[in-house]
């Protein structure tokens, strides 16, 4: 072990206590239901082990584990708590300055999940979570925390929906520590094309028993997916006055949206309308579900430099046109590791989605959309390039609808901070949108079944 350090033994001992004392309080599922956590264990234990073959005696595991159990505990603290409720999904994130050992089982009549921490909830974050659920989450009715013995918190969920969980732990990055997230999912995910057409009164009442099945009639409108950037635990870019990149995205959309389902003929659908994150994957999904002519994603970056200011407008590359969009691109696709997602069981569909399928056809019409949106930025801020710039950004890959990514403004920029905090401004950028859209129509009308006919 010569060369390693002290530093370095204690957190290779530190791990292999974690592994040991996970093992020996595995809880077992209940009711033969799936237990993620366990496998995720499992198989983070497996690719430890491969690296490390000097931690495979049990005799060495041991004496960590009496040698080392204060320090772990003290190391895997629970340092804050969040639950984002959405439609879409709730999530429960535990973060911590090491990784928490957990397990999650089930139980039915009535229906509840049951989360053990292999931690002392010493400062009582876990326990802030009990207030901390809103009355219309739409999948807890009441979260409960207590000591079920020493060195484990008890996390039970009483739940008013049965539910499809999904536990996962994700690693340091950006401002986070080590993450333990708990989703819950619909145990049926909503159609989103249904709920908009539910929303927009298109559907007539549901059949009654025996009666002919319900048709579904829509209406021809252009359909503008709108995207508000990051969410939940993104923030995205931070300005200096403390304004998140999130927050002004939102606003941005929500606003977009409003005056898109002021024009006749056009319908806006926003892929998030709360603060909770959506990898990119789903994103592009739901602009496919509800068969989108548009998708406009909007954002209000930080830059490589702070001095960065004016609009942007990107399509989907390979070959990015610079070095400064090859870098933003990575930093958005970065979003899902920060926003965190789950991608040991990513849905199949969105995997589809995400491969690199055919682009032709559609990046001309993104490039002319991006240019018709471009210009009219252009007349209410300075543009950071006079042209059209491309990279490979995750979001923009829906293969048969005509995708952008807009930069309205840079939050490094005190100025621009000031601008996009200000509602006038808010209404403006999303005005100057409206009116690149139009434009783009106008010359480019949606085909009669939309562009997603053929799928
Ligand atoms: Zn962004």
Redesign the pocket.
Known sequence: MAGVGIQGVLQRADRLYRRVAGACGRTVAAGGSRDPAGNRRRRAARLAERGHPWRRGLAGALTAALFLGGIAAAQAQVIATRIWPARDYTRVTFESRAALDYSLFALKNPGRLVLDLNTEDADGLIAELQSKVAAADPYIAVLRVGTNRPGVTRVVLDLKAEVRPQVFALKPIADYGHRLVLDLYPLVPPDPLVALLELNGQLGAPAGRGGPPRKVSVARLATVVIDA??GGEDP??RGRRGTL?KEITLLIAKRLKGLIDAETGMRAVLTRDGDYYLALGARVKKARDVKADLFVSV?A?AFTRPHARGSSVFTLSQRPSSAAAAWLAKQ?NDSDLIGGVNLDTRDPILQQVLVDLSQTGNNDHSRKLAGAVLSELGQINSLHKANVERAGFAVLKAPDVPSILVETAFLASPQEERRLQDESYQDKMARALLAGIKRYFAKNPPRPQGPLARY
Do not use: Q, R, S, T
Request: charged share 40%; net charge negative; proline share 0%.
């Open positions: 950037g990051h995205g870019a990149e954002h970056d958005e």
